[in-house]
């Protein structure tokens, strides 16, 4: 396993900046979420956490954001270990967990609001993000009046604004329909270029997966383990079209396709 | 709560309460709380006395055949409100008003047109009881999902059948909660009925006891009545429960 | 339309009559001009309003803090939870004649029966609205590593709020029979007093016209408190075909 990381962690070709080590998580009922899980996710690269579903993917992402406590094992972000959520992580909700009764503007500005920042520098940084994920005009609405891509847009906006080094983003595109989605990935692409960041992304779309990233995690069934590493690199493609159509890319999908076939043969057997 | 790792339920710390009430009562700070063993021992009493028996059978039976009007009238009107828009429209507000309203004040017109006898007290419970009745059976029968009136057309049910078959069951949560909570109002009727008119039931009992100052069976009546108004409605609490999986499946 | 309809049944009925202890809509109306012209209608509404007002307010205070702690504390919520359920479901009138033993029967007998049926259902809204507050919204804040203080100030009560007055609206309902009991129950002061009196010399209309108005008046001050609800605390509400 251990070889697998240092190879993955080689091809993408720079130093970890989160290192998950032997994470192991059972929930109070008894459930066994994830067991032993170890990791390593290198800097400035988008890696995606893909499996069955179920398979403690969403656990493993809020243990990393120190929402959750591992039962065993611990979490290293620059260095530093995990002991709840800090300012060098920032999460991007499945729900979008925005606040209905905050316009978009104090939305994006609430993890600054939080820190105690001024209201000017508030608004200053809020406007620029708000130009970043494409919702200028939209400043003064609430939540309510966006459609649900906007909404994830305000979500993104928020996250990027508190200048965290790490995103964590769980399935976000899930609640968006299959167009917004696919123009959201293609923006996210072009806004991790300009921002280098380090992206943690949940999914259960190979497709997504496969697109938006350097390297896929695939995670097997319930109890969640690390199953396979998959370099990814799609990078040099110019255009997202041209990446969608290279046979790299549609036979990565075919091969995680087979492995995930798998799982899903071993449960019907059972 | 859990202590020492043990989950204590909730309903448990009734049971601390029970014990500060007795140790007020002990200590003889208010004459008004007699300990809680007396009020046991009375309740006791009273539930073999002959008295209690008359009264409490006086009692329940206006409760009971209010109640019972409640529902036989309320379900069908919030059916109607619930299918027929211009039903809807014209009694919507009416309902609405006499949710929330202070129908307290209604008593002395139903005790001046029904005079001071068992009849007000069963107009009165039923006054209590309906509308919130309506309201939720008509907000169940609104909730019910439209593709499923369609399909029982599409399997030619009949008008009978489609209401009978789908949408009175459809919207079976609903009308339990309104059952319920028409219950819990058909208590407090029965009670503010009865004190008001002093002379019927346990209202007679409440208005004997407080004058002569028989604190713990004053006590005793009422807890009797708390009991009876709880266990009332955990028994349509145990129904809901039953027809639950489908009610939050819905969306 | 619907408001024409019933006061035409109403007008009919009492012309038939059904009994003669039933008016009609129109000798009930005239009897409301007359009590408001000779004054007697106002000022009965200002001696109930009295105890109602100070009676709300407690409850509000009271139980909006006690609801709200109840939400946030594991270990309070064990222990006073339970109490209010039962309060809530129990019948409180049954109560009343205590409370003229205790505190006789001036104001303060009267604000008490008001906070008496008043404060469970504001209690048992604040603790449920705090207690179902966004989860997700929580665990956003807490991502943000938004203190605990700040969790409980910018997202809980927020999030809060709609249900913590709708609370508060059903306490005001609660209130006004609180208050119309007490009134008819204790002593007869204000608009109990006005029922009582007519009703014992025969004055039916008058005594219809007092109940209508106090029970329409408590309607309308509801049905007021509706609205301020949606303006002030429901964005989503307030603007008309929006998708959700």
């Known amino acids: ?270 | 709560m859990k202590v020492f790792g043990w989950r204590v339920p909730m309903m448990f710390s009734l049971v601390v309460w029970l014990v500060v009430w007795e140790i007020i009562g002990q200590a003889g700070w208010m004459f008004l709380i007699p300990p809680f063993t007396d009020v046991l021992r009375a309740s006791f009493e009273l539930l073999g006395s002959e008295s209690f028996h008359k009264s409490a059978g006086v009692t329940l039976s206006a409760f009971a055949s209010g109640m019972g009007i409640a529902i036989a009238a309320g379900i069908p009107l919030g059916v109607l409100m619930g299918r027929v828009d211009a039903v809807d429209r014209l009694l919507g507000m009416w309902v609405n008003v006499f949710v929330s309203a202070p129908l307290t004040a209604l008593v002395p017109i139903i005790m001046i047109l029904f005079g001071f006898g068992q009849t007000t007290i069963i107009v009165t419970v039923m006054l209590f009881a309906i509308w919130i009745i309506v309201l939720d059976t008509r907000a169940g029968i609104r909730s019910v999902n439209p593709s499923l009136i369609d399909m029982a057309r599409a399997f030619c049910a009949s008008r009978f059948q489609l209401y009978t078959r789908v949408l009175i069951l459809a919207a079976l949560p609903e009308i339990l909660a309104g059952i319920r909570l028409g219950l819990i109002r058909g208590v407090k009727g029965v009670v503010i009925g009865q004190l008001l008119v002093a002379i019927i039931g346990l209202g007679e009992l409440f208005e004997l006891y407080s004058r002569n100052f028989l604190m713990d069976k004053f006590w005793a009546v009422t807890i009797l009545l708390f009991a009876f108004a709880i266990a009332a409605s955990s028994l349509i609490e145990m129904l809901e429960r039953r027809v639950e999986y489908y009610a939050g499946a819905r969306g | 339309m619907s408001i024409a309809l019933v006061c035409g049944a109403w007008e009919i009925a009492g012309r038939v009559p059904i009994s003669l202890a039933f008016p009609s809509f129109f000798d009930t109306a005239a009897a409301f001009w007359r009590m408001t012209l000779d004054g007697s209608l106002p000022i009965a509404f200002l001696i109930t309003l009295h105890p109602l007002v100070i009676g709300i307010g407690i409850s509000i205070v009271f139980g909006v803090g006690l609801g709200v702690t109840m939400g946030l504390s594991r270990g309070f919520e064990w222990l006073a939870a339970p109490v209010f359920i039962v309060m809530q479901a129990a019948p409180m009138a049954a109560l009343i004649p205590l409370i003229t033993f205790v505190y006789g029967i001036g104001l303060t007998a009267k604000v008490l029966a008001v906070c008496l049926l008043a404060v469970p259902v504001v209690v048992l809204n604040s603790y449920a609205a705090v207690r179902n507050a966004n989860p997700s919204l929580v665990q956003m804040c807490r991502s943000f590593q938004g203190t605990r203080l700040q969790q409980i100030m910018k997202v809980i009560i927020p999030d809060a709020s709609p249900v913590i007055f709708a609370g508060l609206r059903l306490g005001v309902a609660a209130g006004f029979i609180g208050i119309v009991l007490a009134e008819l129950l204790i002593t007869p002061t204000g608009i109990g007093d006005l029922i009582t009196y007519h009703r014992a010399v025969a004055n039916y209309a008058e005594m219809y016209a007092s109940i209508v108005s106090i029970v329409v008046f408590s309607a309308v001050i509801v049905s007021l408190l509706e609205k301020v609800e949606v303006v002030l605390l429901r964005p989503e509400k307030r603007i008309k075909g929006t998708p959700e």
Not at chain 1, 69 to 80: C, D, K, L
Not at chain 1, 235 to 247: N, T, V
């Open chain 1, 1 to 270: 396993m251990s070889d697998q990381v240092a190879q993955a962690a080689q091809s993408a070709g720079s130093d970890p900046i989160v290192r998950v080590t032997g994470i192991s998580k059972r929930y109070e009922g008894g459930v066994q979420a994830l067991e032993g899980v170890d990791l390593d996710f290198p800097e400035g690269r988008l890696t995606s956490l893909l499996g069955p579903s179920g398979c403690g993917k969403t656990t493993l992402l809020k243990i990393i954001a120190g929402l959750l406590e591992p039962n065993a094992g611990e979490v290293q972000v620059a260095g530093r270990r995990v002991t709840g959520p800090g300012p060098e992580r920032a999460f991007v909700f499945q729900d979008f967990a925005l606040l209905p009764w905050a316009t978009v503007t104090r939305n994006v500005a609430f993890g600054l609001e939080l820190q105690g920042i001024s209201k000017a520098e508030r608004r200053e940084k809020a406007r620029h993000y708000i130009r970043e994920v494409g919702l200028t005009g939209f400043e003064d609405r609430y939540p309510h009046e966006l459609s649900g891509g906007m909404r994830q847009r305000v979500g993104l906006a928020r996250a990027m604004a508190v200048d965290a080094d790490v995103l964590l983003m769980d399935e976000p595109f899930s609640a968006v329909d299959e167009q917004t989605r696919r123009k959201f990935q293609e923006d996210l692409l072009h806004l991790l270029s300009v921002e280098k960041k380090t992206v943690i992304f949940v999914t259960h779309s190979i497709e997504e997966a496969v697109y938006l990233s350097s390297q896929v995690v695939l995670l097997s069934r319930r109890p969640g383990r690390v199953s396979k590493i998959i370099p990814t690199d799609l990078g040099g493609l110019e255009s997202p079209d041209a990446i969608r159509r290279s046979k790299r890319y549609l036979d990565t999908v075919e091969d995680i396709w087979g492995m995930l076939k798998q799982y899903l043969l071993e449960d019907e057997i059972k």
